[in-house]
Structures are given as C-alpha cells and as structure tokens.
C-alpha cells in the first residue's frame, strides 16, 4: 500500500486452535467486541476451505470498518477481496506478493529478529510481525520467547509499524505496547476463551 499504515492497537488472529468454532463465527464476536483488525490463520485446511472461510469474514469485516488480511496466502486473501496478506519467511516474498495481490494492499512480514526485520523493511513491508515476546502454545516449532526488549531493539532500526506477537495476553498487553509495538497480536488470549467477544473488550478497555 502507499503511504503510512496505521494499526489499531489490536491484532486479533482468526484461529480457532483447538476450540472447535468456525473461523466466520468466530471471526464476528471478534468484530462484535470491537477488534478492527483481523487476520485469518488457519494452518490445517486446504485451499478452499480457507478460501470459503476468507470469503465469508471479508464482508463481515468491511461491515464492521475492519481490515481484514489472510496468513500465509496471498492468491487466497485476492480472491476473497481481503484487505491484505501476512507473510511467514518461508512464504511468497514481499514484492511477489504485491505482484499478486495488486496495489493498495496490505503486506506484513512476520520477523524475529534484527536482521529479518531489517531485510523485510528494506523489501517494503507496510508493518513487521515480531516474535515471539512471550512462550506460546500456538505455533508450531516457535522459536524461543525473546520478551518485550526485542520489540524495543527492532523498533530501534525499522520504520514500519510493529505488530508484537507470542504469548500476549489482556495482562501483558500495555508493556508490550510501552516497548514500541504499535499493536499486538493474539490468538489463544482471545480465542480459548469462553467469550471472544469479551475477551476483546476486556483488553481494548484496559488498552484505553
Ligand atoms: N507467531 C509467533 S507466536 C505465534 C505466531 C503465529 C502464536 C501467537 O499465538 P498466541 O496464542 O497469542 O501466543
Ligand atoms: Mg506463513
């Protein structure tokens, strides 16, 4: 995309882990509670399940006035007119995915540390994943838990915005911020929960 992106202060993932909810319906409590950006992670379905479950959130977000971007997929989150695509090392690089998913997008680069954050401003990222702060049990093969001090050392010698991601909770929210994250990023926090929606409104309260 051209220009600035500005992130609100909470990164909802879209992933239902191990609770058995549907990503749409899981996706509008998290909109119902206030989040206004959300990313669709869904590691274990093929191409069109998570196509149909990109299709079905993207409107649900437009109504909300939320940005919606898809994990690993750029062809998937064009088709789905999602808003933008998050990208892992291993996936398409950032200006292949431009490529694909056209301009006015959003692409964001998951990084851990220095030189990956460093590499993936220099490939124009509109804002930079960094992790993990905290341990978690969400990611498969995560790397070590660095804390928040990572955060400050990227935001040190990047520009583009910083999605802090690992393990943050309604209670480690604010530090993560304080160390120069422009957002933070949760996935269990929100979702193994018995409500998302309040889960939502329980940190964005705390954040305000
Ligand atoms: N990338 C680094 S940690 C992580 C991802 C996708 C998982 C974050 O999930 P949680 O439940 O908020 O720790
Ligand atoms: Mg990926």
Redesign the pocket.
Known sequence: MSGALRLPPLYA?VDPLATGRAPDALAAALLAGGSRLLQL?LKDVGTRELLAAATAIAPLARRHGARFLVNDRPDVARAAGADGVHLGQDDLPVAAARRVMGPGAIVGV?THDLDEARAADAAGADYL?V??I?A????VG?LPPRGPALVRAVRAVVRPPLVA????TAATAAEVLAAGADSV?????LVDTPDPAAAVRDVLRRLS
């Open positions: 993932i992670r998951s994943g992790g993990p905290y978690t049990g969400s990611k995560a991601i690992g393990g943050i990023a949760m996935i269990a926090a």
